[in-house]
Nanobody, 127 residues
Framework: QVQLVESGGGLVQAGGSLRLSCAAS????????MGWFRQAPGKEREFVAA????????DYADSVKGRFTISRDNAKNTVYLQMNSLKPEDTAVYYC????????????????????WGQGTQVTVSS
């Protein structure tokens, strides 16, 4: 089993930055692709960013490209999401997730492609 715990959320003004962390325990996630999703009130959970198990491929939702950066530190069993130039529309609960299969070469864009989920961390961007 994999347990994921997100941290780093909070309240920030528009234009500010936050760095989210997702720490894994129970089992190493170094062989798993990892993703970040977000869910705003009344909306479906949406893809934000993902990174393959090797770190060689990353992708982002169009709405965050150029502003967000996903990275991983396998020595720490942790995945990060650096969020810059935040906008009020980035307000949501952010979740990290671990892929269903190990060593996948493709990026997973749908929530159904991930097996393990964290509890989420709230990000609120004020205008």
């Amino acid at each position: 089993q994999v347990q994921l715990v997100e941290s780093g959320g909070g309240l920030v003004q528009a234009g500010g930055s936050l760095r989210l962390s997702c720490a894994a325990s129970g089992r190493s996630v170094i062989n798993y692709g990892m993703g970040w999703f977000r869910q705003a009130p009344g909306k479906e959970r949406e893809f934000v960013a993902a990174i393959t198990w090797s770190g060689g491929t990353k992708d982002y939702a169009d709405s965050v490209k150029g502003r967000f950066t996903i990275s991983r530190d396998n020595a720490k069993n942790t995945v990060y999401l650096q969020m810059n130039s935040l906008k009020p529309e980035d307000t949501a609960v952010y979740y990290c997730a671990a892929d269903r299969g190990r060593f996948r070469l493709q990026i997973g864009y749908g929530p159904h492609e991930y097996e393990y989920w964290g509890q989420g961390t709230q990000v609120t961007v004020s205008s």
